[in-house]
């Protein structure tokens, strides 16, 4: 399989690693025991900073991600220094039988911590306004206090004391605080969309933390190695390991998301958050309270949950509101830049597109032809059939002339039976373009059950040859055209021709 093979060769490698650790674990005693596990999940972390290394290093990366990446693996390197120190602290502890400091946890995790805050910080993010920046804090916020309490309960409490000292409080907290800290930045990444993750990739990350923050909610005495614990720490390494091959395959692949987002009215977690840490506060305190102290907290949660509901309904509307405003918003600006009959694009619309013609060909020396359209024989129809015929007819015409113009062209309609084509097509291909674009307009049709048939008489002018800018390529184009008109009409002319053109009939 393409999964273990260079790279993914290395989740064979660390599953073997795991299991040598946990058969370790069952049948030496922890002082052989305890040591190994720490070298596997030295192996372990060395691999996954290994993948993401080479991540970084993926030809066609874009920069942010590559910097982040390299970041991460940065702080991976970090890591697994303070692992070595400690697994060099266990070793001597088990030849000496003396109590060594874990200085890796205590003092070596902090700093990787800090690495891997300053690369999740500094990756870009599509929130850009400090009313979205302030949501997704507070969000980001709400979860990571939750979190933090059932981490402060379940690990941190049950395994220090205020007389232990500040250092056993660092060693304590080593394992917690990075479960956070990647929690942290799995979450701005959910929250903001930051187009770095795929999802399975986000998955395995999010296994990683959980089984991580359910290892360090098991009791284990500092003596002893349990294998619960254990298990479920290597489980983690190897659910982050997978997630860091996947990514890798997928930035070689090229299928990493973009860097977008789809806007959320709101998110769940942290509602769910906060629910799970009033849950928390009331299994704690509740044996110890009395009737009246339990309503008080019962109304407590009632009132929170009214709250909570208040604001999703406030949300909900203004959810509503906005959807309305950007519909409305784009509706004013296709009305500002499109002609109302036909779609297509109006005056001002055109003037944008010439003067940015005009711009590119000063700037690179890409010319652009304009083909002037003006319809023969449509006054007569329109006071045969009426307007509404007229105005029909005029559909017709210009999805004719969309169809003909090719996709790279932009098709305007300034007025009346007037129309405009600006093409990157010049000299005899913006002919070959009219002439096409005549046999289209001339081609017989029914309109409104009434069997019509118009013209176009097309003038065409080059921006290379109007140096007197967007009115002098008007003026150029518009001399071409009634010059056709006045040889006859149903054709096209250069504006620079000598001869005339040949007639399409």
């Given at each position: 399989m393409r999964l273990f093979r260079g790279v993914g060769a290395l989740l064979p490698a660390g599953v073997v690693t795991a299991v040598l650790a946990v058969l370790a674990g069952l049948l030496l005693p922890p002082v052989v025991s305890r040591p190994a596990t720490v070298l596997a999940d030295l192996v372990l972390i060395g691999a996954l900073t290994f993948v993401v290394h080479r991540t970084s290093r993926v030809p066609g990366l874009p920069r942010e991600a590559a910097r982040f990446w390299v970041c991460l693996a940065r702080a991976l390197l970090v890591y697994a220094i303070g692992m070595a120190v400690d697994l060099g602290a266990l070793v001597a502890m088990s030849v000496s039988g003396r109590p060594v400091p874990m200085y890796g946890a205590q003092l070596?995790?902090?700093?990787?911590?800090?690495?891997?805050?300053?690369?999740?910080?500094?990756?870009?993010?599509?929130?850009?306004?400090?009313?979205?920046?302030?949501?997704?804090?507070?969000?980001?916020?709400?979860?990571?206090?939750?979190?933090?309490?059932?981490?402060?309960?379940?690990?941190?409490?049950?395994?220090?004391?205020?007389?232990?000292?500040?250092?056993?409080?660092?060693?304590?907290?080593?394992?917690?605080?990075?479960?956070?800290?990647?929690?942290?930045?799995?979450?701005?990444?959910?929250?903001?969309?930051?187009?770095?993750?795929?999802?399975?990739?986000?998955?395995?990350?999010?296994?990683?933390?959980?089984?991580?923050?359910?290892?360090?909610?098991?009791?284990?005495?500092?003596?002893?190695?349990?294998?619960?614990?254990?298990?479920?720490?290597?489980?983690?390494?190897?659910?982050?390991?997978?997630?860091?091959?996947?990514?890798?395959?997928?930035?070689?692949?090229?299928?990493?998301?973009?860097?977008?987002?789809?806007?959320?009215?709101?998110?769940?977690?942290?509602?769910?958050?906060?629910?799970?840490?009033?849950?928390?506060?009331?299994?704690?305190?509740?044996?110890?309270?009395?009737?009246?102290?339990?309503?008080?907290?019962?109304?407590?949660?009632?009132?929170?949950?009214?709250?909570?509901?208040?604001?999703?309904?406030?949300?909900?509307?203004?959810?509503?509101?906005?959807?309305?405003?950007?519909?409305?918003?784009?509706?004013?600006?296709?009305?500002?830049?499109?002609?109302?009959?036909?779609?297509?694009?109006n005056r001002a619309s055109f003037s944008r597109h010439v003067d940015e013609a005009i711009e590119r060909y000063t700037a690179t020396g890409a010319d652009t032809a304009l083909l002037l359209i003006d319809l023969d024989g449509f006054k007569a129809v329109n006071d045969t059939f009426g307007h509404v015929v007229g105005d029909q007819l005029l559909c017709d015409v210009a999805g004719r002339l969309t169809r003909e113009a090719g996709d790279d062209a932009v098709v305007c309609r300034l007025g009346g039976d007037e129309f405009v084509v600006l093409t990157g097509q010049t000299g005899r291909r913006a002919a070959g373009v009219a002439d096409r674009l005549v046999r289209a307009v001339a081609a017989h049709a029914v309109i409104g059950g009434h069997p019509v048939r118009v013209g176009a008489s097309i003038g065409i002018a080059s921006v290379s040859d109007a140096p007197g800018g967007a009115a002098d390529l008007l003026r150029r184009a518009d001399a071409a055209m009634y010059a056709v008109k006045s040889a006859g009409k149903n054709s096209w002319r250069l504006s620079d021709a000598d001869e005339p053109a040949t007639t399409s009939r």
């Amino acid at each position: 399989m393409r999964l273990f093979r260079g790279v993914g060769a290395l989740l064979p490698a660390g599953v073997v690693t795991a299991v040598l650790a946990v058969l370790a674990g069952l049948l030496l005693p922890p002082v052989v025991s305890r040591p190994a596990t720490v070298l596997a999940d030295l192996v372990l972390i060395g691999a996954l900073t290994f993948v993401v290394h080479r991540t970084s290093r993926v030809p066609g990366l874009p920069r942010e991600a590559a910097r982040f990446w390299v970041c991460l693996a940065r702080a991976l390197l970090v890591y697994a220094i303070g692992m070595a120190v400690d697994l060099g602290a266990l070793v001597a502890m088990s030849v000496s039988g003396r109590p060594v400091p874990m200085y890796g946890a205590q003092l070596v995790y902090p700093v990787a911590g800090l690495f891997t805050m300053y690369a999740v910080f500094r990756y870009p993010t599509v929130v850009h306004s400090r009313s979205q920046k302030l949501r997704v804090g507070l969000d980001a916020g709400i979860v990571l206090v939750g979190t933090a309490a059932f981490i402060w309960y379940f690990t941190v409490s049950s395994h220090w004391a205020p007389g232990h000292g500040w250092l056993s409080l660092s060693e304590t907290l080593a394992l917690p605080v990075t479960v956070l800290v990647a929690g942290f930045g799995v979450l701005r990444v959910a929250f903001v969309g930051a187009g770095l993750l795929t999802r399975p990739t986000l998955a395995c990350y999010a296994a990683c933390i959980t089984l991580s923050g359910v290892a360090t909610a098991l009791p284990a005495a500092q003596e002893e190695a349990p294998i619960g614990p254990t298990v479920l720490l290597l489980l983690s390494q190897l659910s982050s390991l997978t997630g860091a091959v996947l990514q890798h395959h997928a930035s070689v692949a090229g299928t990493v998301p973009p860097l977008a987002r789809r806007d959320r009215p709101f998110t769940v977690l942290p509602y769910a958050a906060s629910a799970a840490a009033f849950g928390l506060l009331v299994a704690v305190v509740g044996p110890g309270l009395d009737w009246r102290r339990w309503g008080v907290l019962a109304g407590t949660g009632i009132l929170l949950g009214l709250v909570a509901t208040r604001q999703l309904a406030a949300m909900h509307e203004n959810n509503r509101l906005l959807a309305q405003n950007r519909a409305l918003t784009e509706q004013l600006r296709h009305q500002a830049w499109h002609d109302e009959l036909t779609g297509l694009a109006n005056r001002a619309s055109f003037s944008r597109h010439v003067d940015e013609a005009i711009e590119r060909y000063t700037a690179t020396g890409a010319d652009t032809a304009l083909l002037l359209i003006d319809l023969d024989g449509f006054k007569a129809v329109n006071d045969t059939f009426g307007h509404v015929v007229g105005d029909q007819l005029l559909c017709d015409v210009a999805g004719r002339l969309t169809r003909e113009a090719g996709d790279d062209a932009v098709v305007c309609r300034l007025g009346g039976d007037e129309f405009v084509v600006l093409t990157g097509q010049t000299g005899r291909r913006a002919a070959g373009v009219a002439d096409r674009l005549v046999r289209a307009v001339a081609a017989h049709a029914v309109i409104g059950g009434h069997p019509v048939r118009v013209g176009a008489s097309i003038g065409i002018a080059s921006v290379s040859d109007a140096p007197g800018g967007a009115a002098d390529l008007l003026r150029r184009a518009d001399a071409a055209m009634y010059a056709v008109k006045s040889a006859g009409k149903n054709s096209w002319r250069l504006s620079d021709a000598d001869e005339p053109a040949t007639t399409s009939r």
